[in-house]
């Protein structure tokens, strides 16, 4: 069974930094995607950053040149690093992930619980 568990979300100022983490308990046979989404109050949750299969990274508008994405494979973790916070980008952070558990099964997609960041003064 796969899970995935978020950590370092927090309350942060305007300017700061915040490195997220999420880590994942279980196997899997290949993985087509994983990343990050937020979703602020009132809003639909939107892409932050992922990581396609083969290494590529992509990233959503608000988080280009201020937010980096990384995975330690040895850790089974992915990684998140915030710099340059705004208030905007308050919202419940969440960990994603697109595979297949197993070869020849479906793709499945698996979300953590999520993180809360706070951006304020």
């Known amino acids: 069974q796969v899970q995935l568990v978020e950590s370092g979300g927090g309350l942060v100022q305007p300017g700061g930094s915040l490195r997220l983490s999420c880590t994942q308990s279980?196997?899997?046979?290949?993985?087509?995607?994983t990343g990050w989404y937020r979703q602020a109050p009132g809003k639909e949750r939107e892409l932050v950053a992922g990581?396609?299969?083969?290494?590529?990274?992509n990233y959503g508008p608000s988080a280009k040149g201020r937010f980096t994405i990384s995975r330690d494979n040895a850790k089974n973790t992915l990684y998140l690093q915030m710099n340059n916070l705004e208030p905007e980008d308050t919202a419940v952070y969440y960990c994603?992930?697109?595979?297949?558990?197993?070869?020849?099964?479906?793709?499945?997609?698996?979300w953590g619980q999520g993180t809360q960041v706070t951006v304020s003064s």
């Open positions: 994603y992930l697109d595979a297949r558990p197993a070869p020849g099964s479906p793709d499945t997609i698996y």
């Open positions: 279980g196997s899997i046979f290949s993985s087509r995607f």
């Open positions: 990581i396609v299969s083969g290494g590529r990274t």
